[in-house]
């Protein structure tokens, strides 16, 4: 079982920046992809950013250029560096982290870009 947290979420004004973070825990023994993906009110499940485990990176086309997604191998956890935000950016933001077999995801925290 693998157990995922999400943090770095709250409220930030358009063209700010947010990062957040997802720590996993549990049995980890090898991971082909962590991604964040989010879910607005209203509209479906998007992918934001994935990083497979030999560290490719994939973004969707909305939020190139203005995030990063980037993992601790150490403390087995992935960010997300959120820059130049925008009203559109605001969703739920959750962590998702797939092994062999089986795909986990966190709670989801809440990120909204608001003057």
């Known amino acids: 079982q693998v157990q995922l947290v999400e943090s770095g979420g709250g409220l930030v004004q358009p063209g700010g920046s947010l990062r957040l973070s997802c720590a996993a825990s549990?049995?980890?023994?090898?991971?082909?992809?962590l991604a964040w993906y989010r879910q607005a009110s209203g509209k479906q499940r998007e992918m934001v950013a994935v990083?497979?485990?030999?560290?490719?990176?994939n973004y969707a086309d909305s939020v190139k250029g203005r995030f990063t997604i980037s993992r601790d191998n150490v403390k087995t956890a992935i960010n997300l560096q959120m820059n130049n935000l925008k009203p559109e950016d605001t969703a739920v933001y959750l962590c998702?982290?797939?092994?062999?077999?089986?795909?986990?995801w966190g709670q989801g925290t809440q990120v909204t870009v608001s003057s």
């Open positions: 998702h982290v797939t092994v062999p077999g089986k795909n986990y």
């Open positions: 990083i497979t485990g030999d560290g490719n990176t």
């Open positions: 549990g049995s980890i023994f090898r991971i082909l992809a």
